[in-house]
């Protein structure tokens, strides 16, 4: 039975150390109760307590880092089974999967695709996070010369896939600074596999023809002290695949079975030949519940609805999702152009601003930061109020880049006017539409 808060603080030090980035031992206990912290962060607890607090110190999905360094993907650590009980914790990598025996063109085009493709969206930057590299040639200088290809592209975050283990080995020698996940332990290599992922400190992904056939070789893996596994299932259809990880994510967190606590890695580019139908193949592991998830090919119109929908997936539900407090400058405005405020409610921000782009008038758009809420919502909360926002007015430095002083407010929070009047003297303050839709003849209509 998982152990409460209070009973994981009874068996830590009690030092409040703050060694293990908590600023006390009953916020780390808290933490650990949870599955959010991993008992190893405790410098100071004994090995007694550390034998009663195996269990509660491990999340139900073992958290595995793939790479190094500030890039590096991380994922498992999830307790929840579905996102609205709590929130899911690390998102799934997306990644594409070059192939040693590919024309050297068809290479580089990949490649400069999963550099170059990137997007940004409320203060975030979206972009793929892996590259699998598979070993098909039979040839171990080709595979090399993959790797070596792909790390002078900058890419630190590496799948390394091949059938023999003789050129596997070399291949994860070539890049084990890296830390690469090697793929894949099968009932015929588990043993010979398991101990180059020990002696190369790196991750190793299973792969088997069943649930069992996996949690039999994760046993073994955790019997040799290799903690950091990925699970393939082997399942090739979408219906099967789903099925699978479904069944691994209760099982670890409703049953508490450990041999099925992993990642999952999963290809929807090896179950149909429709690049349209791997992405929504695709789509589908983002919520349920892909660690990795590998596709022929990345392009912008298949990376950035699923980065979009993996960046909304893992936000806190508990958390409004917000854009960056700021000024926001739109169509290139001037001196003498408008200037709107607004909530930094994502949704509010992404309606406001596009509806200012399409109007094409140079527009300064004001952002302020009310926690994630829409502008009503803030207003009734006293965040986005007369006093809230002519401080941010004055210090965000917006009266040195126009030459007037008018600011345009939501006309849904029109009653804010008359103390925003007292609170910023020296400018003028008018109603905007209530709908950003109306945003367009308004702004076309302003003179400064």
Not at 23 to 28: D, K, Q, S, W
Not at 56 to 70: E, L, N, Q, T
């Amino acid at each position: 039975m998982a152990l409460t808060g209070i009973d994981i603080f009874k068996l830590l030090p009690k030092t409040n150390c703050q060694e293990c980035g908590v600023p006390t031992c009953m916020a780390f206990a808290m933490k650990l109760a949870a599955g959010q912290a991993e008992l190893d962060a405790c410098p100071y607890v004994s090995d007694e307590a550390r034998q009663q607090l195996e269990e509660a110190s491990a999340p139900p999905i073992r958290p595995v880092v793939i790479g190094s360094g500030d890039t590096a993907l991380k994922v498992g650590g999830e307790n929840v089974i579905f996102r609205h009980e709590k929130t899911f914790v690390n998102k799934p990598g997306i990644g594409v999967l070059l192939d040693d025996g590919m024309d050297g063109s068809v290479l580089d085009d990949k490649l400069k695709k999963f550099t170059g493709i990137k997007y940004e969206r409320v203060g975030l930057e979206l972009f793929a996070d892996i590259v699998a590299l598979r070993e098909s040639s039979g040839d171990a200088n080709a595979f090399l010369g993959l790797i070596d290809k792909v790390k002078k592209a900058g890419v630190s975050n590496m799948v390394l896939m091949s059938e023999k283990t003789d050129i596997l080995s070399e291949g994860v020698k070539a890049a084990k600074e890296l830390k690469p996940l090697i793929y894949a332990a099968t009932n015929g290599n588990c043993k010979d596999l398991g101990q180059l992922a020990l002696d190369n400190e790196c991750p190793l992904a299973v792969k088997g023809s069943s649930l069992d056939e996996v949690a039999a070789m994760t046993k073994e893996l955790t019997d040799m002290k290799l903690k950091d596994i990925v699970i393939d299932t082997g399942a090739t259809t979408l219906r099967q695949s789903f099925e699978d990880h479904i069944g691994i994510r209760r099982a670890a967190l409703t049953d508490k079975f450990r041999p099925l606590g992993f990642p999952t890695i999963v290809f929807p580019c090896t179950m149909t030949d429709d690049p349209l139908q791997e992405t929504l193949f695709a789509s589908t592991f983002i919520p349920k519940y892909g660690g990795i998830i590998i596709l022929s090919e990345l392009e912008g119109h298949n990376l950035f609805p699923l980065a979009v929908q993996r960046m909304n997936i893992y936000t806190d539900p508990q958390r409004p999702m917000a854009t960056t407090e700021g000024i926001y400058e739109i169509n290139s405005p001037d001196t003498d152009s408008p200037i709107v405020i607004t909530s930094n409610f994502a949704l509010t921000y992404f309606i406001v601003s596009g509806e200012v782009e399409s109007s094409r008038v140079p527009t300064w758009l004001l952002i302020k930061d009310t926690e994630g809420l829409s502008v009503l919502t803030a207003w009734a909360a006293g965040k986005f109020v007369a006093d809230a926002i002519a401080p941010f007015v004055k210090k965000c430095g917006i009266e040195d880049s126009v030459s007037h002083r008018k600011i345009i407010i939501p006309g849904a929070a029109a009653t804010i006017s008359g103390e925003l009047d007292e609170e910023l003297p020296d400018w003028e303050v008018q109603i905007g539409p209530r709908e950003a839709a109306h945003l367009t003849p308004f702004l076309k209509n302003w003179s400064a």
